[in-house]
Nanobody, 114 residues
């Protein structure tokens, strides 16, 4: 299984970014997917997840600002991030939730700074 996150970069406070995570798994449409982030000096945390059926959930810190979605035909999960704050600065990762041995994909760095 390979997961490749992309779309990070430098953005000003209040700005937006869309992250993508492409999966190599043929069973992607059945996978429960999550976006995680790890800020400098902090533990990695789950911030958004989406079930195979499209149900979503968010950490309180991003609720109302971030939107997770998926395109099963493209085997890709997205994270739309609006109203970004400096505290959103982190490396963002996607991962299959609940799959034994699921690897961490390569993360993408998001820096929110003026």
């Amino acid at each position: 299984v390979q997961l490749q996150a992309s779309g990070g970069g430098l953005v000003q406070p209040g700005g937006s970014l869309r992250l993508s995570c492409a999966s190599s798994r043929s069973a992607f449409s059945r996978d429960y997917m999550g976006w995680y982030r790890q800020a400098p000096g902090k533990q990695r945390e789950l911030i958004a997840d989406i079930t195979s059926g499209g149900a979503t959930d968010y950490a309180d810190s991003v609720k109302g600002r971030f939107t997770i979605s998926r395109d099963n035909a493209k085997k890709t999960v997205y994270l739309r991030m609006n109203s970004l704050k400096p505290e959103d600065t982190a490396v963002y990762y996607c991962k299959i939730i609940g799959l034994l041995g699921a690897p961490w994909g390569q993360g993408t760095l998001v820096t929110v700074s003026s």
